[in-house]
């Protein structure tokens, strides 16, 4: 009986046995398929940080690439705004040179008219002496000279000269010169009597001033 129990053991513990190295293998099996299965979920992992990585490069070259372009569009910008300044800056001089030719050129021109003006003066006066003097207004010679005084007379008026008001006016001192003065209480105080010499003037500025007695 004691036999039968014993081998009946046996044979247990070699079914165990048995079934230990059956069981062995699987498990030696499972263990790639276990790491096979990590490597492929750890695959998709390092792709991913992968492509990351590449689109980080990605960035930054285009941000430099970028960044280099706009630099060099910043200094053409600040070249043209030089330029521009530039050329702003001798159109204002140039058109300060223009206005400032301009004046010069018509004050020369000014003291030239007036200078001319007033070496005609004297021969405009001879010629009203001499008609003031002629008996015979009918005498060819004296209505020549007189149509030649009213020539010269409209040529000085067409160039801006004209005679300055004395008898009857108000004493200016400006365009009056006094070289005589009277007491007559038949006319205001400081009011131009009698004119010995006529005034003129060019344009705003005088030439001559009138000579004229003044009541006191």
Sequence with gaps: MAEKENTKMEQEQEKEAEAR?????????????????AEKEQEPQEEEQKAS???DVSKEKERKFFGKKKEKKDKKDEKIEELTDKLTRQMAEFDNYRKRTE???????????????????PVVD????GLATAKDAE????????KIYKQLTTVLSDMGVTVIEAVGKEFDPNLHNAVMHVDDESVGENMVVEEFQKGYKY????VRHSMVKVAN
């Design 139 to 146: 005498d060819p010679f004296v209505d020549g000279m007189n």
């Design 203 to 206: 344009k705003d500025s005088v």
């Design 126 to 129: 001879n010629f009203e002496r």
């Design 53 to 55: 990585e590449e689109t």
């Design 103 to 121: 004046k010069e050129k018509t004050g020369m021109y000014a003291i030239g008219a007036r200078d001319v003006v007033e070496k005609i003066l």
């Design 21 to 37: 190295e059956a069981a062995a293998p699987k498990e030696e099996a499972q263990e790639p398929e276990n790491g096979s299965t």
